[in-house]
């Protein structure tokens, strides 16, 4: 029986969880709440960073605050890489998912410290924090179960109810505390969170046996050395980097963010471009990474309009819309739990769809169907800005309606990506492509976080006009081209 991971690398046998091992409650926990820190601080932060100072808020215009969450996000995925490679090389994945999240939980409290600097030298620990523990507690998900076991798609289901989870729940603690109290204790509550969830992983840890426990493809002697050194090199000329930009008067917020989005796409486009030169690809390998191409661009295209739901549409939800309800003003960010609790009811629903439909309907167009709904959620927000044109409030249904729409998308698109990444990828970079993946949310992250700067620019419902059109055109282009598509695929569905 083939398997993920040697037999000794996975728990004993014991007590069981609903069928599973007892070591998925530890991970499911872990998770929930390192999602519960993360979308917790990520639904106030664009209106902590737009608030006025004299309202303890970061004093920044919304164009600027908008490019700082999309570089942000940007970051946050950008970091799995690396995070993929110390736990294969270095610490292990038992070991990278605690120091990712002990520094998480130092980010975050950071963050509550109430002086200016604070909020941007914690969300630098947080990314690296996120880019250790994010990756590598999915890989020890799987190191629970034999590669065909039935229950292994179960497991992850249940793993993955707990992201969901825990992006439920974050937002109206942390929405009421932030936006109620104070900035600052609402990030301090993330951190709390965090470290529930750091504590948990020590004390369960007895159930984990060896997953996790050792580097896959450990670095040994000289070769050790030699990557730490280069690790510190980097670290040397980052430094370096800072230094000058500081003495030039050029280290500012702006200036970051800008080189944080071309970071993003220069470490995209070299990572393509050193795997479709490869000359040990096959001719089919390299067949399927160019349709690998387009499928990532419509990816990166998506996430370029969706994670603007906790910047530009948070700060609609702020400003445009009326949330009284019988005398109470709930808090603007408590819409951000709209999404997930979307996604838990959604999630089964069209997983037996795309099961019932099968090969009928290709991926390139499971991912137009995507892009159109991601486009005509943005033609609804131009609706709703139209309707709160003059000062008007608007009902925070038009919010939920557009969540719903986005939701639908990212059923039809996220799930058939992962699924069509392990498919397409080449023998020789299996393991790296899941890597890959998470960048086209980086990539769309970032520019997005660019693009997002034109809301504070334009007219908000030309804007959300102007790009809604943009994706549903770019939906109808790729079923157009989806033979072409799916003939690279070269047989993959």
């Known amino acids: 029986m083939s398997s993920d991971a040697p037999v000794a690398r996975r728990p004993p046998a014991g007590r069981t969880f609903f069928g599973h091992p007892r070591a998925l409650v530890t991970l499911f926990l872990t998770e929930m709440w390192e999602r519960f820190s993360f979308y917790g601080m990520r639904a106030i932060l664009v209106l902590y960073l737009t608030a006025a100072v004299a309202d303890d808020g970061g004093g920044l215009r919304q164009s600027t605050a908008v490019a700082v969450y999309g570089a942000y996000n940007a970051m946050v995925y950008l970091m799995a890489l690396p995070g993929g490679w110390v736990a294969d090389r270095l610490l292990g994945a038992r070991r990278s998912v605690l120091w990712g999240g002990v520094i998480i939980a130092c980010g975050h409290y950071v963050m509550a410290v109430p002086v200016g600097w604070s909020v ?22 799987g190191d629970l179960y034999d590669r ?26 942390t929405g009421f505390l932030g936006e109620r109290i104070n900035w600052h204790l609402g990030f301090a509550v993330a951190a709390v969170g965090m470290t529930f969830g750091v504590i948990q992983y020590v004390i369960g840890g007895r159930h984990l046996g060896d997953a ?50 071309a970071t993003t796409v220069l470490v995209t486009v070299g990572y393509f471009t050193r795997i479709l030169t490869d000359r040990e690809l096959s001719g089919t390998e390299r067949s399927r990474m160019k349709a690998y191409v387009w499928l990532f661009v419509f990816a990166a295209s998506f996430w370029l309009i969706y994670d603007q739901a906790g910047s530009v549409l948070n700060i609609f939800a702020a400003d445009r819309t009326d949330r009284d309800v019988f005398g109470f003003t709930f808090p603007a960010s408590w819409l951000q739990s709209v999404n997930p609790i979307l996604i838990i009811i959604g999630a089964p629903l069209f997983a037996w769809l795309w099961l019932r439909l099968g090969h009928r309907v290709s991926t390139p167009v ?25 000062g008007d409030l608007v009902s925070p249904w038009w919010l939920v309606a557009v969540f719903a729409i986005q939701v639908a998308g990212e059923l039809s698109l996220s799930p058939v990506g992962l699924s069509a990444t392990t498919k397409l990828a080449p023998v020789k970079y299996a393991s790296q492509m899941m890597g890959l993946w998470f960048l086209s949310t980086a990539v769309g992250d970032a520019i997005g976080g660019q693009v997002a700067r034109l809301a504070e620019a334009w007219p908000e419902p030309t804007y959300f006009l102007i790009f809604g059109a943009a994706s549903v055109l770019l939906g109808l282009g790729a079923v157009m081209f989806a033979r072409q598509i799916r003939r690279l695929m070269a047989g993959i569905h």
């Open 120 to 141: 941007f030298a914690g969300m630098a620990l947080i990314v690296v924090g996120t880019g250790l523990l994010k990756p590598n507690i999915s890989t020890m998900v």
């Open 148 to 173: 065909d076991s039935p229950r292994r798609d179960a497991g992850f289901s249940l793993f993955y109810m707990g992201i969901n989870l825990g992006g439920f729940v974050a937002p109206l603690v």
């Open 212 to 261: 996790g426990a050792r580097p896959a493809d450990p670095l040994l002697g000289a070769d050790r050395r030699r990557a730490l050194t280069r690790f510190g090199v980097a670290a040397g000329g980052l430094a370096v980097l800072l230094a000058a930009l500081a003495a030039a008067g050029l280290f500012t917020v702006d200036t970051m963010v800008n080189l944080l989005t």
């Open 366 to 390: 499971k991912f137009s169907v995507g892009l159109v709904l991601n486009g005509l959620s943005f033609v609804l927000m131009a609706a709703a800005a139209q309707a709160a044109v003059g």
